[in-house]
T-cell receptor
Framework: AQSVSQHNHHVILSEAASLELGCNYS??????LFWYVQYPGQHLQLLLK??????LVKGIKGFEAEFIKSKFSFNLRKPSVQWSDTAEYFC?????????????FGTGTRLTIIP | DGGITQSPKYLFRKEGQNVTLSCEQN?????MYWYRQDPGQGLRLIYY???????QKGDIAEGYSVSREKKESFPLTVTSAQKNPTAFYLC???????????FGPGTRLTVT
């Protein structure tokens, strides 16, 4: 069975700082990878996804993530954060498990941006 | 306007009562999922269904039940056997194998 680890539980940054949120997964087969964001009081929204091809994927709002297969990682990055990036961020893995597809989430990282 | 509908937004129940949470989608997605979100624990999978009349237990299925009689509907029943039912419940759907899971707005259940 797959699992997802997000080691940073709460990250606090000042505006304009660079961001990197870690995500590691455990699964030996083919995976689809996602980052979702949940702004306070809002739906979960998709930030970006990786299915195949270029391991560096670009998402909305200036976010990007790099899939490193050898490290089972899919870290989220943003060169310069804004106050409006304050939210909770979830990494997710979609893998086939005994012929069924399961979407498994990490525990989330709360990001607080200080103006 | 396509999407996922969860109703109601807030639900209150007394301990010992079963309660059913609604999830409807008009995206023509085959797969549907139920998650529970608790602070500091992220989203945990309760049940999922790849096709009509078929569903599988997720990681925390105890105390919950589901049905999938129609493609567009995947109701979740929180039974009295669920020891800690107060939580935020999220429904999602996707096209198996290729697509992006879409999430509904969630239902916050409070059991007292």
């Amino acid at each position: 069975a797959q699992s997802v680890s997000q080691h940073n539980h709460h990250v606090i940054l000042s505006e304009a700082a660079s961001l990197e949120l870690g995500c590691n997964y455990s699964y030996g087969g083919t995976v689809n990878l996602f980052w979702y964001v949940q702004y306070p009081g809002q739906h979960l929204q998709l930030l970006l996804k990786y299915f195949s091809g270029d391991p560096l994927v670009k998402g909305i709002k200036g976010f990007e993530a790099e899939f490193i297969k050898s490290k089972f990682s899919f870290n989220l990055r943003k060169p310069s954060v804004q106050w409006s990036d304050t939210a909770e961020y979830f990494c997710a893995v979609n893998a086939r498990d005994f012929g069924n597809e399961k979407l498994t989430f990490g525990t989330g990282t709360r990001l607080t941006i200080i103006p | 306007d396509g999407g996922i509908t969860q109703s109601p937004k807030y639900l209150f129940r007394k301990e010992g009562q079963n309660v059913t949470l609604s999830c409807e989608q008009n995206l023509n997605h085959d797969a549907m999922y139920w998650y529970r979100q608790d602070p500091g624990q992220g989203l945990r999978l309760i049940y999922y269904s790849q096709i009509v009349n078929d569903f599988q237990k997720g990681d925390i299925a105890e105390g919950y039940s589901v049905s999938r009689e129609k493609k567009e509907s995947f109701p979740l029943t929180v039974t009295s056997a669920q020891k800690n039912p107060t939580a935020f419940y999220l429904c999602a759907s996707s096209i198996p194998g290729t697509s992006i899971p879409y999430f509904g707005p969630g239902t916050r259940l409070t059991v007292t």
